[in-house]
């Protein structure tokens, strides 16, 4: 008896080594990393990555795969308090390239005691300016919440939690992402010359180093040059349903801050071609 309780504890500590073990391998064996991104793990055993940014550096991690669709998400907790001039991210880009293709999600930071503003917008073929940006409801550095992109061949699907706040269409004659692989990117860097009311309020580097937290990422997309997972249909045929299209317009009703499609002044000689289509 002495031997079987002595052995019970030690199979329990080499089921929860094998377990940590296993939520690491999201990390180091989906991602490469740059700058300082440290690694811990939350109460349930789920891995943390952390990216650090102070005067010397940002950070942020890239997929060693890439992808043509698929619905890709992850929890992230951003900077509390003062966060201003800070740009925390969670994007698909086909690269650098004039012609690149890229669908963004980016946290712009802001002052203590205003909302975080998340940029949405999405490149096809070196074609951007198609922002739309939202002030937060909630406190994201209180707590963990979920940001997903779902990208198919027929549209581009935001959501925030439970939430769809935004669909960008595809449009025959119009440029959209649907031929480029994209590896999937998360960044923390300095943008103080954009990100807080157009670069008016830089970051207070006494705040340094900021950190963004990231965890529960998941990709369910088809690899390029792979085969597509099982069960692909479901976000490779999905578009938002009437109760979607509901959240997206309580979004754009409340919390809608800047619609490229009403920026007359950005586009002298008329709005883009998809902003006066259902």
Known sequence: MARRSLLLPLLALLAAM???????????????????VRTDYDGSGQQVAMLNLDRSSGAGFNSKEQYLFGEF?????????????????????SGDADDHDEIDMEFMGNSSG????????????????????????????????????????TNIIFKVDDNVIRCFKRYA???????????????????????????????????APFVVSYKGYNA???????????????WMNKQPDSAEWG???????????????????RFPNGLPAECSRS
């Open 220 to 234: 369910d997309a088809c690899v390029a040059g792979g085969a597509c997972p099982s069960g692909s249909d479901r």
């Open 73 to 93: 998400s992850i929890q992230m907790k951003l900077i509390p308090g003062n966060s201003a001039g800070t740009v925390s991210c969670f994007y698909l880009t």
């Open 173 to 207: 004659d119009l440029a959209y992402p649907n031929s480029k692989p994209m590896a999937l990117h998360a960044t923390l860097w300095d943008g103080s010359y954009w990100a807080t009311e157009k670069g008016k309020v830089p970051i207070d580097w006494s705040g």
């Open 18 to 36: 094998a377990a940590v073990a296993s939520a690491d391998s999201w990390l180091y064996e989906k991602f490469n990393t740059d700058g300082t």
């Open 247 to 265: 959240t997206i317009k309580w979004a754009e009703s409340n919390y809608l801050r800047y619609d490229y499609c009403t920026d007359g002044w």
């Open 114 to 153: 205003q909302p975080v503003v998340l940029n949405t917008n999405v490149w096809a073929s070196g074609d951007g300016k198609k922002e739309h940006q939202f002030d937060l409801w909630f406190d994201p550095s209180a707590d963990y919440h979920t940001y997903t992109v779902i990208w198919n061949p």
